[in-house]
């Protein structure tokens, strides 16, 4: 299937390479001027990553809340640890700088 998918995408590509503003890096907008290569400050990548920590942990509250009746005392407990451990780990994140936008 995936031979047959190239093969088709091939057969029915344009054959004659078009010139103007389609080859360009952008279709749209202003022209760029000078470097475009520009360097972020690490400090938007680290907090995009903790966002992404929390959120995603956040999702293992999802199933336990649905089963609550059926796990009982133990799963409460366990649960109660999970969110204390994210307390923790906001709290150092917080701590060391890590949720400071400049």
Do not use: H, S
Not at 2 to 28: F, H, I, M, S
Not at 48 to 60: C, K, P, Q, S, Y
Not at 75 to 95: R, V
């Amino acid at each position: 299937m995936a031979w047959a998918a190239l093969a088709v995408n091939w057969l029915l590509r344009p054959k004659r390479p078009q010139v103007g503003d389609q080859r360009e890096t952008y279709e749209c907008g202003l022209k760029t001027q000078g470097p475009t290569w520009v360097q972020f400050r690490i400090g938007y990548f680290l907090y995009a990553l903790i966002f992404l920590l929390f959120d995603v942990e956040t999702i293992f509250l999802y199933p336990w809340a649905v089963k609550f009746q059926v796990l009982g005392l133990f799963a409460f407990i366990e649960m109660l640890i999970f969110i204390g451990i994210l307390i923790l780990g906001l709290w150092y994140a917080w701590k060391e700088g890590g949720l400071e936008w400049l």
